[in-house]
């Protein structure tokens, strides 16, 4: 793959520093982690190695990738691992794709309460799931699903939402059968964003009460309990956004959405258009122009000054530890968990499908063999040389160096 002209790392090279300087004091370890990990993405800071060419000798110096969940380098390597092990546990059913977002009013507070916070979002939309599809009126079923955290909006800015994939149906409460939806239908959207919203506030005023959620700067008033639930008051009437996609159309289609959700990062590098000493460009969706007949989205072009655009990267730095990818009900692991086979015994039991749907995964060798490394003439590629951190590379080439930094 090429490397784009323009790279998040570059950014970080040009201006971190001074960003540091000005920051001193107000960023988290997590931030500087973050930033000192893209910036030695690839470089020779983190060491590598030397691969030589069996046919021509041609020499090849590859540098090692920092492996920060936040690095826009090295998400696909990871999702593509990810994708490979979920493709096991895919059910020959229908998926739909359900988004729970936050209002505007508590993203603020999510923002200075990142691990509770997401961590209720996480909760509230899982339970609301399984909730309502439990309800004998709607579904009568249990319910499995995959949460994935998202942080942001196409503009940087900070918009907490959940995306979730649920299997069209669930097993029932005995556990001697697969309950389908009904076609191209999943749940009621209001009944959902209700219960939603009644859920969340709820958790949130409970973890307040316990104590767990700190508040600064404009929010500092509601540490108490009283102007906490003043700013809250009218939340409880107003619409939550609660959003749910047609299904899928198979097994096939749903890895091929989920690879483009698991691992991403706020920006990836494709994105970004200009850099100086005074703006950064990049390309985001302005929602404001949709077309009103197709609802197509126009891309359009936003500049910032280096310092925002760095702290709008850093605000979704998630806190140590956290996962942002979360199994549920019948798709979570665990001694007690129901085993896939018996599920997709049941489905087809219920709901014949053709062999098609469900695609088997690979072989074991298959799915975890990587691929030999190919020089431009065909050759195979033997690594020769492991560099070292920070450490420079000596060995005097066998034929034109051509370096591999993608």
């Known amino acids: 793959m090429s490397r784009p002209p323009l790279e998040v790392a570059d950014i970080f090279r040009a201006h971190g520093p001074a960003y540091r300087r000005a920051q001193a004091g107000h ?8 930033m000192s990990a893209i910036e030695a993405c690839r470089t020779a800071e983190l060491g590598g190695h030397v691969a030589r060419c069996d046919d021509c000798q041609r020499l090849a110096v590859s540098y090692n990738s920092c492996r920060n ?5 090295c998400q696909g390597s990871a999702a593509r691992v990810w994708l490979a092990e979920r493709q096991a546990d895919l059910l020959p059913a229908p998926y739909f794709h359900v988004v729970f977002t936050l209002p505007a009013q508590l993203a603020a507070i999510a923002f200075q309460n990142k691990a509770v916070v997401y961590d209720l979002l996480f909760k509230a939309a899982a339970q609301t799931l399984q909730t309502i599809a439990a309800d004998p009126k709607r579904l009568g079923a249990r319910l499995g699903l995959i949460a994935v955290l998202h942080t942001w909006g196409s503009a940087l800015t900070h918009h907490p939402h959940v995306h979730c994939i649920v299997p069209g149906g669930g097993l029932s409460p005995d556990g001697e059968r697969w309950i389908a939806c009904r076609k191209g239908f999943f749940l009621p959207v209001r009944v959902l ?3 939603f919203r009644r859920l969340f506030l709820e958790k ?4 307040h009460a316990r104590g767990r959620l700190s508040f600064f700067g404009d929010l500092t008033s509601l540490a108490a309990p009283e102007a906490l639930a003043t700013y809250l008051a009218p939340l409880r009437r107003a619409e939550w956004c609660v959003y749910a996609k047609p299904p899928f159309g198979g097994p096939a289609a749903v890895l091929a959405y989920l690879s483009r959700y698991t691992h991403r990062v706020s920006i990836s590098s494709s994105r970004l258009v200009t850099m100086d000493d005074q703006t950064v460009g990049f390309r985001w969706k302005d929602y404001r122009r949709a077309d009103p007949a197709t609802g197509a989205v126009k891309m359009a072009t936003m500049a ?3 310092a925002e655009f760095i702290r709008r990267f850093l605000i979704h730095v998630l806190p140590s530890g956290f996962h942002r990818i979360r199994h549920y009900g019948l798709l979570a692991k665990g001694p007690n968990a129901v085993p896939l086979e018996n599920l ?3 489905i087809l039991k219920q709901t014949p499908q053709p062999a098609a749907v469900h695609e088997d995964p690979a072989e074991p060798n298959e799915s975890k063999a990587a691929p030999a490394r190919a020089c431009p003439c065909g050759g195979a590629v033997r690594i020769i040389e492991v560099i070292g951190r920070g450490g420079a590379w000596r060995a005097r080439p066998l034929a034109p160096l051509w370096c591999d930094s993608s």
């Open 27 to 34: 960023l988290s370890l997590g931030q500087l982690k973050a």
């Open 69 to 73: 969940r936040h690095c826009p380098k």
């Open 193 to 195: 964003s209700r219960f």
């Open 204 to 207: 949130l005023t409970d973890a």
């Open 304 to 306: 910032l000054s280096p």
């Open 344 to 346: 997709r015994a049941l």
